[in-house]
Every structure is written in structure tokens, then in C-alpha cells.
């Protein structure tokens, strides 16, 4: 596994790509922070997106996930300090670690495989 840190100007772009690869694949939502123990908030459900909106003093990375109204989830993680992607040793993305104020949330793919090798495609 290998883990690579996302520069904060790059944060937008690389979630918006992210999200974009990975639309509707089934991941796992972790959120640890100070105050509980490690909690998923849900477990095998449809990427809707990851976004950033970062500005001064108030920036937020919002990750929603379920395609249905009704089981539909948005986390926020607010004042994001770190973002990284860890990947696979073939380098198929595993999973996303957000550091922000209230603790650290994990956005993990249940396959991580390359987006290209998807239905036999190369």
C-alpha cells in the first residue's frame, strides 16, 4: 500500500476526478473522532460525491453518499486540514482519510480496483 498526500490546493480537483472514477461504486463511511470511538455512518452505500469548498476562515469537504432520496447521506467534514488517498501496490485507489477539526473520516472503496480495468476494459 502506498499513501499519498494531497496538496490543499489540489484538494478540489482531486475530489472532483475522484468522484467522478468511483461514481456509484459502494464504499464505507468511518468518522473517529475526540468525543466517540470509531463509528460508520454507512456501510456499503453508492459514492453520490466527494466536493471541497474551501474558503478563508470556513471550508468544508462534504462527502454524500446513496442514490436514493431516502437513504441519502451527507458528512461534512469541517476545517479540513489533510487529505490523502492510499492506494493498492497496483495503484488502484483504496481509500480517502480527511483530517478536519472534529477528527478523521474515511471514505473506503469495497473494490479497489483501476477504474479502467472495470468489465474487463483496459
Request: aromatic fraction near 4%; avoid cysteine.
Amino acid at each position: 500500500m502506498t499513501t499519498q498526500v494531497i496538496p490543499r490546493e489540489e484538494w478540489k480537483d482531486f475530489l472532483d476526478s475522484f468522484s467522478g472514477r468511483h461514481d456509484r461504486w459502494l464504499v464505507s463511511l468511518e468518522v473517529d473522532n475526540s468525543v466517540e470511538t470509531e463509528q460508520v455512518e454507512a456501510h456499503q452505500m453508492a459514492l453520490e460525491g466527494i466536493t471541497a469548498d474551501l474558503k478563508d476562515g470556513e471550508s468544508t469537504i462534504s462527502i454524500s453518499v446513496g442514490m436514493i432520496p431516502h437513504d441519502r447521506l451527507t458528512h461534512a467534514v469541517h476545517d479540513p486540514v489533510r487529505v490523502e488517498v492510499e492506494r493498492t501496490h497496483e495503484g488502484a485507489e483504496k481509500e480517502i482519510r480527511i483530517e478536519g477539526r472534529e477528527g478523521t473520516t474515511v471514505v473506503r472503496l469495497r473494490s479497489p480496483v483501476r477504474p479502467e480495468t472495470i468489465d474487463g476494459l483496459m
